[in-house]
């Protein structure tokens, strides 16, 4: 069981954005960017790519109203979107907050944010969710 499983079983807490019958989003705790949300599948599957077809274009959907209120949340240009899958073993896309392309820079240290920040952030994009 993944640390993602968990989140979704409520064994591990999680700033939660959006969840459906498929889907679950929640905030990174360690964000490039306040605002940086990761949207991930109920089935445990590793790689984006091994989901079934329906999932791919669903989970897309799933995350459009997320953007849109990560957008007006926070000022930047766009919400970007990255796959790199490399940290947990479990699909998920990551939805940041950017007015450059280094926002999406992985390499970049991550800071551990408070509790309180994070329930702040949470509280903002749940205003224009």
Do not use: W
């Amino acid at each position: 069981m993944t640390i993602f499983s968990k989140i979704i079983a409520g064994q591990i807490p999680s700033y939660k954005i959006a969840e459906n019958e498929k889907f679950y989003a929640f905030l990174d705790i360690f964000p490039l960017r306040d605002g940086h949300v990761l949207v991930i599948p109920k089935t445990e599957v590793d790689k984006l790519f091994d989901l079934p077809d329906e999932y791919l274009a669903e989970m897309l959907l799933f995350a459009k109203p997320i953007a849109h209120a990560i957008e007006k949340s926070f000022n930047c240009n766009r919400c970007g979107i990255s796959v790199v899958g490399l940290e947990v073993p479990h699909a998920h896309l990551h939805l940041i907050p950017i007015n450059s392309s280094n926002d999406l820079n992985f390499t970049q240290p991550k800071p551990k944010v408070s509790d309180e920040s994070l329930k702040q952030v949470q509280e903002r994009i749940l205003l224009n969710l």
